[in-house]
T-cell receptor, first 115, second 113 residues
Framework: AQSVSQHNHHVILSEAASLELGCNYS??????LFWYVQYPGQHLQLLLK??????LVKGIKGFEAEFIKSKFSFNLRKPSVQWSDTAEYFC?????????????FGTGTRLKVLA | KAGVTQTPRYLIKTRGQQVTLSCSPI?????VSWYQQTPGQGLQFLFE???????NKGNFPGRFSGRQFSNSRSEMNVSTLELGDSALYLC????????????FGPGTRLLVL
């Protein structure tokens, strides 16, 4: 079955530390890739997405992600986190097969940034 | 534009009962998807409706059903509730539901006792 793995369930960092959240998916075909974020008390919202082209994607608030097809990975990075980045981060994949477009989400990574 | 709205925001039910949740998408969005969010499983896709037709379905039992109206509003129904159905149910809308960004609502938190 197709799945998305986020190996880090909880991450605690100090402000200004660098962040990398892992995301791996199990699907051999073409995929669309997303990172969504849920800040405390807020709705899920899109952070960034990759459909094709440059595998290094830049999103909002200084986040970026790199698609490495050979590793089936789409890791999220930020060079210097802020307290306001405290949130839950979800990686999501849409496998493009048979014309169906079903989002598959990872289980999420809770990030806590200490001031 | 107003965002995705979901009603009610909180519900408490007992086992065996049924429940109906409602979702109003962003104006102009024709695709509505439903997800179940739990701490252990994350977000799991329930189903997607587009132009009043169920276009995609996740791996949930038949107790979970939905529908979409001509104005794109959608309802989700869960019959014969079980304790394990306690979760946050999220609705998301997009214009066509294909490779686009989904816009999520605040969710309905369901507690089954």
């Amino acid at each position: 079955a197709q799945s998305v793995s986020q190996h880090n369930h909880h991450v605690i960092l100090s402000e200004a530390a660098s962040l990398e959240l892992g995301c791996n998916y199990s699907y051999g075909g073409t995929v669309n890739l997303f990172w969504y974020v849920q800040y405390p008390g807020q709705h899920l919202q899109l952070l960034l997405k990759y459909f094709s082209g440059d595998p290094l994607v830049k999103g909002i608030k200084g986040f970026e992600a790199e698609f490495i097809k050979s590793k089936f990975s789409f890791n999220l990075r930020k060079p210097s986190v802020q307290w306001s980045d405290t949130a839950e981060y979800f990686c999501a994949v849409i496998p493009q097969a048979s014309g169906t477009y079903k989002y598959i989400f990872g289980t999420g990574t809770r990030l806590k940034v200490l001031a | 534009k107003a965002g995705v709205t979901q009603t009610p925001r909180y519900l408490i039910k007992t086992r065996g009962q049924q429940v109906t949740l409602s979702c109003s998408p962003i104006s102009g969005h024709r695709s509505v998807s439903w997800y179940q969010q739990t701490p252990g499983q994350g977000l799991q896709f329930l189903f997607e409706y587009f132009s009043e037709t169920q276009r995609n379905k996740g791996n949930f039992p038949g107790r979970f059903s939905g529908r979409q109206f001509s104005n794109s509003r959608s309802e989700m129904n869960v019959s014969t509730l079980e304790l394990g159905d306690s979760a946050l149910y999220l609705c998301a809308s997009s214009e066509t539901g294909t490779e686009e960004t989904q816009y999520f609502g605040p969710g309905t938190r369901l507690l089954v006792l």
